[in-house]
């Protein structure tokens, strides 16, 4: 069946720039994930859906972060005024119900901010 | 929050079993052990899970000791595939942020 999937790929953007990242999660899981990884660090968690519950939004770096899940479907990651610092690469997971079942990850969106 | 730490990187050659040995001093009476495997350019995979003794699937074993302060991912016969970085993750079912993705092991593998 068809996995996570992310888009834009890639984006490059102009410092002060907003942009929209959308993730679609599999099927049927009610749990969706976004995180960041800088270039060869590991993965920063950055906020938590699950089902109608409200987002977990502890990981978010700062105000111009913010999320949207519709229903227990598309989600996008919108960055707000972005950032040098916000160069990196977008994950987003899904899984089946909580963070203990296996999470299956998107290809991510590569953000460059010039 | 079960903070964890792994080796930085490991060398290993081809035919060779590979242990990686996480540390998780703090880990809590229900939190369960994942690890994940990430190549370059991918999004991290699920490898094994477990939460004591040892559980093995067709890619892998994972140790867990008694104290549960320490767990060890062993790889038989890796191959040159198997480079990539490992991440050991320790938490809960209820609380993704207290799941934690550190700077994983960064395994290479050579001929």
């Known amino acids: 069946g068809a996995g996570v999937s992310q888009s834009p790929s890639n984006k490059v953007t102009e410092k002060g720039k907003d942009v929209e990242l959308r993730c679609d999660p599999i099927?049927?899981?009610?749990?969706l994930y976004w995180y960041r990884q800088r270039l060869g660090q590991g993965l920063e968690f950055l906020i938590y859906?699950?089902?109608?519950?409200?987002?977990?939004k502890s990981g978010l770096p700062s105000d111009r972060f913010s999320a949207e899940r519709t229903g227990e479907s598309v989600s996008t990651l919108t960055i707000q005024r972005t950032q040098q610092e916000d160069s990196a690469v977008y994950l987003c997971?899904?899984?089946?119900?909580?963070?203990?079942?296996?999470?299956?990850f998107g290809p991510g969106t590569r953000l460059t901010v010039l | 929050l079960a903070k964890t730490t792994q080796p930085i990187s490991m060398d290993s050659y081809e035919g060779q079993e590979v242990n990686i040995t996480c540390s998780h001093n703090n880990i809590a009476t229900n939190d369960y052990i994942t690890w994940y495997q990430q190549f370059p350019s991918q999004g991290p995979r699920f490898i094994i899970q477990g939460y004591k003794t040892k559980v093995t699937n067709e890619v892998a074993s994972l140790f867990i000791p008694a104290d549960r302060k320490s767990s060890t991912l062993s790889l038989p016969r890796v191959s040159l595939s198997d480079t990539a970085v490992y991440y050991c993750?320790?938490?809960?079912?209820?609380?993704?942020?207290?799941?934690?993705f550190g700077s994983g092991t960064r395994l290479s593998i050579r001929p």
């Open positions: 997971a899904s899984s089946l119900r909580n963070p203990r079942n296996e999470q299956f």
């Open positions: 859906f699950q089902g109608n519950s409200a987002p977990d």
């Open positions: 993750l320790v938490g809960a079912g209820s609380s993704a942020s207290k799941i934690i």
């Open positions: 099927s049927g899981h009610t749990a």
